[in-house]
C-alpha cells in the first residue's frame, strides 16, 4: 500500500480504530480512538486526555494504530498496522491549541477540555491487516 492509499483508509472518516501501547515494564493496554490522524504520509497527531494510553507513551513512546473495515468475511476485511513512534508532546500552544479547538468543532467543548496533551507521532513500519507474509 502506498502512502496515498495508507492516508486515504488511515483519514476516512467516520472509523474508528485502537491504539496499542505499554508501559515502561511492558504491561499493555489497547484503547480505542476515532481522533488519530495523518496530516503527511510519515505524521500521525492525535489529542489525547488523562488515560492509561498518555500514561505509557510518557514512558515508551512506540505505539501500534489499526484501522479495519470489515468484509462480509475475515478474508474480505481490509485494514492496516501502523507502528508509531511519540515525537512530541504538547501540553499548551501550537498543535494543541489546533487539536482542541477542532475537537470542540467536531465532538464539542465537553470533548475538548477533557485533552490533556496533543501527540505527534512518526510512522516506523505499515503492515496490512492480514499479513500472508511471517
Do not use: C
Amino acid at each position: 500500500m502506498d502512502r496515498k492509499e495508507l492516508m486515504d483508509m488511515f483519514n476516512k472518516r467516520p472509523r474508528i480504530g485502537t491504539l496499542s501501547t505499554s508501559d515502561g515494564k511492558g504491561a499493555v493496554n489497547v484503547a480505542v480512538f476515532g481522533s488519530p490522524h495523518m496530516i503527511d504520509g510519515n505524521t500521525v497527531v492525535m489529542g489525547i486526555g488523562d488515560n492509561r494510553s498518555y500514561k505509557n507513551l510518557k514512558k515508551n513512546p512506540k505505539a501500534a494504530f489499526i484501522v479495519m473495515e470489515p468484509g462480509q468475511t475475515p478474508a474480505e476485511w481490509k485494514g492496516i498496522r501502523v507502528y508509531l513512534e511519540a515525537v512530541a508532546v504538547e501540553s499548551e500552544g501550537g498543535l494543541f491549541d489546533k487539536i482542541k479547538g477542532e475537537t470542540a468543532n467536531r465532538a464539542g467543548k465537553a470533548a475538548a477540555d477533557m485533552l490533556k496533551a496533543a501527540i505527534k507521532f512518526t510512522i516506523t513500519e505499515v503492515r496490512p491487516l492480514i499479513d500472508k507474509k511471517s
